[in-house]
Every structure is written in structure tokens, then in C-alpha cells.
């Protein structure tokens, strides 16, 4: 096996290591903040260990990236970009199915790291990474369960034999009678319908506090652009006679207090349109209906042009840091 003490880091290990350092630093002001005001003595553990995980994973990090002399990220701080004494902003509830996402968002990411991995050391940390995040995730599961609202995926009847598609119409959807939804369709627009009305409450939230007018129109805008997702997939869900999950507006308080960075919230903002960018392209590859496929990719391209302004505005505002990244060679020569 070969020694860390040599081998230097690939360009996916470091960056892998610096993007789990910038979601994990920005997760801790966020679970410091659900802490602070979470009242659930059911839920308030799981935030705890959430907490304690992810202060972990920094701490390892940071040692990483000093043991190879590469600058820490300066991410986010609790002192500037967080306000834990700030009025409660969204109600338990959203608060665990928040982190139930979240973590499923981290479970994928932890796996891609373990994907990446060369050296031994990288491996066994996402490898430690992931049995947590399966860990903590099982535990949310069981609560969500347990209190009754844990969103399930619709059922589907029991099939007498297996079958064979018999003719191309099982592609088309354009026109004419469409046949009705596989399981595959039906769970990924629900799961993306899931996750669009979890993001209409979360930019509902973070507009009411946000202190930039530019960032608050923004915020408002991604709020309409989440609602007119979450119509669509359900009038495809609707037109099967399959039920729609709930929204989550209700569950946001009317605070308007400072309680989030506007460059916090540009973040999660901007991280959260580039996993839906992915989802969607995965339910697309995962849609044999045609008509899917087309929706899909437009609303693709509307939340890419989203993404793109997001990114914008946090570029004048100082608040993109760089990644990691391979050298200019034009701009060295220039410097002769």
C-alpha cells in the first residue's frame, strides 16, 4: 500500500477534501443555529450528533490540508455569518426533514469520495465518512417513522407475470394517450417534487432575512422557480391519479431578524441549484417517456441560467472563494 508520507494528493482527492470542508463548515452554522432552537427532545439529539460529526470532519480536514502545506479554506464563520440568538425561523418539523435531506446529500457526496480515493489515508476518511452518514441518516429514518411523517414514495400494484414492452409507444408522449408512469418516473418525480417544495420553504426563510436587496430578489425569484417546478412534476403525478407530497411553506415563521449571511445563504443557495441540476439530469437518463425527458431538460436550462446569476452576484460581492484549481500557464509567462 503506498505511504501517504510520498504520495502527493490528486486533483480529485483535494478537491473532494475541499468541498466537504466548505458544505461542512457552512453545516455547522446552520446545526449550531437548529441547536440553538430546536425545543424536540427527540429531535434535539440527532442535531447534536449532526453537530459533533461535522465538527469532526472539519478538525481532520484542516489537519490534512496542514500536513500537506495546502492554505485551509476560510469558508464560514459563527461570528460573522451566523446569529444563534436570532428569533426561530423554521419549525422543527422542517428542521429534520431539512437535515434528512441534507444528509442524503452528503451520503452521495461521501461516496464520491470514497470513488476518488488513491491514497490510503483519503479512503479510510470518506470510507469513516460515509458508515456515519449511513448511521445518522437510519436514525433520522427511524424518528421521521416514528412521528408519522416520514414521505413515502407512492405504492405500485403487484404485477400477475413479468412482461415484455411490445411496441415503441411505451417512448412516445408528446401526443395522443401516454402510458402511464413507470416506478422509476414516479420516484424521481417525487423526489424531486420533494425536494423543490423543501427549497420554495428554504428560500422563503432565507428571503425574510436576507439584508441586500439584490440577494432578497434573488431568493424570491429561486422561491418561484422551486413553486413552478413542484407544479409541474405534480400535474405529471396528477395525471396518473398519483398523490402529490405536502409542501412545507407553512412551516417558516415570520422572522425577518438577521439570522444568516447573505453569503451563507448564496452558498446553500447556489450548492443546492447544482445537485438539482444533477437530479434532473439523472431523471432524465432514468425516463424512457419522451415527454419527461423534455421537461426535464428546460427546467435544466432555467435553473442553470439561475445558478448562473447566483454565482454572479456572489462574485461582485466578494463571496465566491476559489477552488481548487490547475495553473494559468499564460498568466506565469506573463509575469517574465
Known sequence: ????????????????????????????????????????????????????????????????????????????????????TAPRLYSDTFILHYLHTMGGFVLQAYAVGVQLAVRADIYSFFTECLEEATEILREMRELLLSKGIFIRTPNLPIPESYDFVKNKSFLTGYFGERRPLTGTEITNLNMNYQRNALGTAVMIGFSQVAQSKEV???????????????????????????PVPMTWNTEVTDSTAFTFSDKLMMFLTTALIGLSVGFYGTSMSMSPRRDLGTQYSRLSGEIVKFAEDGANIMIKNGWMEEPPRALDRDELAKKK
Open 1 to 84: 500500500m503506498d505511504s501517504a508520507k510520498n504520495v502527493k494528493l490528486t486533483s480529485s482527492e483535494i478537491t473532494q477534501l475541499w468541498t466537504t470542508y466548505m458544505n461542512e463548515n457552512v453545516n455547522i452554522c446552520q446545526l449550531e443555529y437548529f441547536l440553538a432552537k430546536v425545543e424536540d427532545e427527540e429531535i434535539k439529539p440527532i442535531v447534536q450528533y449532526f453537530l459533533e460529526l461535522t465538527q469532526t470532519h472539519i478538525r481532520k480536514i484542516t489537519a490534512l490540508f496542514n500536513k500537506e502545506k495546502y492554505p485551509v479554506p476560510y469558508g464560514f464563520k459563527m461570528e460573522e455569518d451566523v446569529d444563534i
Open 216 to 242: 432578497r430578489q434573488f431568493l424570491v425569484r429561486g422561491k418561484e422557480i422551486a413553486q413552478k417546478h413542484c407544479e409541474v412534476f405534480s400535474s405529471i403525478l396528477v395525471e396518473d391519479d398519483i
